[in-house]
């Protein structure tokens, strides 16, 4: 465990977690700069100015882009398949600033997994920045996972400016997944729909521990503590405020931990309870 204030404001690199026989990494693919009031518009220039260690220079949040690499034995499974290569400046007045991608494929190599060596990829929802680099893991011969309703209406998410071909790709070899089913050994797909129609989040358990892969339902720590702050993007705003209260609530459970993939450097981390009746969110590396 180490001092989680030090690291919200810059990315991560690679980070393992052992669950048991199973083995979970987070694959940087690069970041997204967003903007704390433009993203989370609930917040208040206080909130900000009361949490400076959350901005980086330019006064963004820093938020990871990636995916979550999954082992049990000699298969691989990736939930979340990064932004792709992309490079794009801030625009401002946007909720989202500078963003750049393109190092995913680069890590998982490096790994020892390349997209040949994978059995499928997961996907939470359909975001940009989660589906960056499907088409070409399909072209590889990788599946992808798909919470039915998030298939279902696909559509929703071409208004949202994911390409068409890229859903294109995706369903040359699609596989549409139920709310409990379990996708690979020791990972089930748990529906918590609100930041888009059918998101998803993944529970993977091994070893006595649970780690919740939670996708979109959260964009930063912070929102662990205030779980009724919506992002601007949010499909249903309401409905995604009742699951991440859900959420952190099972998070502070014994041997529970998170993933958070836009968490900055403290993807993997559990909620806990603090003395004056409020939760806040702790880094955990091992």
Known sequence: MTNTRTRLNRPSGVRSLRLGDTKVTYV???????????WLPATTDEVWAAHPEYLDDDGYLVAG?????????????????GIGPVSLPATPGAPVGRIEGGALLDHLTALGRPPAALEAVAITHFHRDHIGWS????????????????WEERHLAVEHGV????LAAIATDVRTVADGEEVFPGVRALFTPGHTIGHAAYVITGGGRTLIAFGDALHTPLQVAHPEWSAV???????????????????????????????????FGRARRTEDGGVTWEAVDE
């Open 135 to 150: 088409a070409r893991l399909t072209a590889a011969g990788v599946p992808h996972l798909v919470a039915a309703p998030e």
């Open 163 to 166: 390409p068409e071909e890229t």
């Open 28 to 38: 940087p693919d690069g970041l997204v700069q967003l903007s704390p009031r433009g």
């Open 65 to 81: 882009v990636g995916g979550l690499l999954v082992e049990h034995g000699d298969r691989a499974l990736l939930i979340d398949a």
């Open 233 to 267: 993007v949010d499909h249903d705003p309401r409905q995604s405020a009742t699951h991440r209260h859900a959420l952190v609530t099972r998070l502070t459970e014994p041997g529970t931990l998170g993933f958070g993939i836009h968490f900055a450097d403290v993807p």
